[in-house]
């Protein structure tokens, strides 16, 4: 069974940090780009970042730039977001998503498998 799992969601204070894993299991993730969405309450989900499948083209939202940094370890099947500086407003379920053609998207429809999500909760 093809599965994404996120793990790394916690209650953070502002200014806390935390790093979100994806996972996959049942396929290999070195041939698909990764992206990070996230979705607050209330909200529509939204593109947080993006890495290529050979880990040589990151994109962020103008929201966490110079905040948080994708990266990737194809040897542990496993995609990572470094989030550092949180704020209130990061608060969102965060969503890792797998793309086959290995380019990075900021559409939702072009990803092919998306995992159940990690609850990111910024307060003090």
């Known amino acids: 069974q093809l599965q994404l799992v996120e793990s790394g969601g916690a209650l953070v204070q502002p200014g806390g940090s935390l790093r979100l894993s994806c996972a996959a299991s049942?396929?290999?993730?070195?041939?698909?780009?990764i992206g990070w969405f996230r979705q607050a309450p209330g909200k529509e989900r939204e593109g947080v970042s993006c890495i290529s499948s050979r880990g040589g083209s990151t994109n962020y939202a103008d929201s966490v730039k110079g905040r948080f940094t994708i990266s990737r370890d194809n040897a542990k099947n496993t995609v990572y977001l470094q989030m550092n500086s949180l704020k209130p407003e990061d608060t969102a379920i965060y969503y890792c998503?797998?793309?086959?053609?290995?380019?990075?998207?900021?559409?939702?429809?072009?990803?092919?498998?998306w995992g159940q999500g990690t609850q990111v909760t910024v307060s003090s």
């Open positions: 998503a797998a793309r086959l053609n290995g380019y990075c998207s900021g559409l939702m429809r072009n990803y092919n498998y």
């Open positions: 049942g396929f290999t993730l070195n041939s698909y780009a």
